[in-house]
């Protein structure tokens, strides 16, 4: 979706809060209708299906009976990173004779706590924008997205307060979570890894025998928990168990693959490596991952066949391959 378009009105700001805060208050239904319409209106009713072709529906309602109703649906969900719905579909994607709009939201790191949001609305036509500015785009969405931001840092303050330890001072509530099985190493492998991606730090280090060594460390990699069991050497890493990490540029790409198969690192094909500890990651462009979709055949044959030919991936390569 073109959101620089002269169809398309769009609001781009920081949220003061981590990118899985932002998603959360996005997608978890009861906090989505704290922020969603601009006071005094206040979402009544949503309903939420996330995968594409599920339904997204709400109903606002405010003073003087006003009310508005909205249904459509997902056309693409990327957890933590992009949205899209359109009303031109109900669910299942069944026609809407007058469709006014599809929206797109997009989450990146502006830093370890904070999250550019870009939310861009287009339309069919000039008309269509004229009248959406009319009804108070500019206010109505800049409104919404200042309640977000509110909000976002509420629920990071209250997380982080919920799961402090007065030795420890550190986040620690997730109820799921990856456990990686180190036989050594695991604190300091922890420790770098979190200097790797935003949104990624220490949460709470168990070391149960002063004199012995530290058991499992509880780290959070941009917004995901894992935690690091260091246990004697009855089990190894593996490829069998990888870290995949989407990439936004050739430069993001180049710096994870220089720094994780420094000191001893093995490099392999399609983009994998394992790092000096021994754990296996996959550094994977989204460009990649786009082409590989590609709704044209030939296109996804010659992205696989230019992958099967790296180990690290080179965005360049990728899109001279897949063009004619």
């Known amino acids: 979706?073109?959101?620089?378009?002269?169809?398309?009105?769009?609001?781009?700001?920081?949220?003061?809060?981590?990118?899985?805060?932002?998603?959360?208050?996005w997608t978890d239904l009861a906090l989505f209708k704290q922020w969603f319409?601009?006071?005094?209106?206040?979402?009544?009713k949503a309903e939420f299906e996330l995968c594409p072709g599920g339904r997204m529906n709400t109903v606002m309602e405010g003073p003087?009976?006003?009310?508005?109703?909205?249904?459509?649906?997902?056309?693409?969900?990327?957890?933590?990173?992009?949205?899209?719905?359109?009303?031109?579909?109900?669910e299942g994607f069944v026609p809407i004779p007058e469709p006014f709009l599809t929206w797109c939201v997009e989450l990146t790191d502006e830093s370890t706590a904070k999250t550019k949001l870009t939310w861009g609305a287009r339309h069919r036509s000039n008309e269509d924008v004229r009248r959406h500015l009319e009804m108070g785009f500019e206010v109505g969405w800049n409104t919404a997205?200042?309640?977000?931001?509110?909000?976002?840092?509420?629920?990071?303050?209250?997380?982080?307060?919920?799961?402090?330890?007065?030795?420890?001072?550190?986040?620690?509530?997730?109820?799921?979570?990856?456990?990686?099985?180190?036989?050594?190493?695991?604190?300091?492998?922890?420790?770098?890894y979190v200097t790797l991606l935003p949104n990624s730090f220490i949460e709470r280090v168990y070391h149960p025998d002063p004199a012995g060594k530290v058991l499992i460390v509880n780290f959070t990699l941009r917004g995901?928990?894992?935690?690091?069991?260091?246990?004697?050497?009855?089990?190894?890493?593996?490829?069998?168990?990888?870290?995949?990490?989407?990439?936004?540029?050739?430069?993001e790409t180049d710096r994870l693959w220089t720094v994780l198969s420094q000191n001893s690192g093995q490099e392999m094909p399609?983009?994998?490596?394992?790092?000096?500890?021994?754990?296996?990651?996959?550094?994977?462009p989204n460009v990649l991952l786009s082409l590989l979709r590609s709704a044209d055949p030939d296109k996804r044959e010659r992205a696989h066949a230019a992958m099967m030919q790296m180990k690290k991936i080179d965005i360049g390569r990728l899109i001279a391959a897949t063009t004619d």
């Open 145 to 192: 997205v200042d309640q977000l931001d509110d909000l976002a840092q509420r629920v990071f303050a209250e997380q982080k307060s919920a799961g402090t330890n007065s030795s420890q001072g550190t986040l620690d509530t997730q109820p799921v979570r990856t456990c990686l099985w180190f036989d050594k190493h695991g604190e300091e492998a922890a420790n770098f």
């Open 270 to 284: 399609c983009g994998w490596l394992t790092d000096q500890y021994g754990l296996t990651w996959q550094i994977i």
């Open 37 to 44: 319409c601009p006071k005094p209106l206040e979402v009544t």
């Open 64 to 90: 003087n009976n006003a009310r508005v109703d909205s249904k459509g649906v997902w056309l693409e969900v990327i957890p933590h990173s992009r949205l899209v719905f359109t009303d031109a579909f109900t």
């Open 224 to 251: 995901v928990p894992y935690q690091i069991f260091e246990g004697d050497p009855h089990f190894q890493l593996s490829p069998a168990t990888s870290i995949s990490v989407i990439t936004e540029s050739q430069e």
């Open 1 to 25: 979706m073109d959101m620089s378009n002269e169809l398309t009105l769009k609001v781009e700001r920081v949220i003061n809060a981590p990118r899985s805060i932002v998603w959360q208050c």
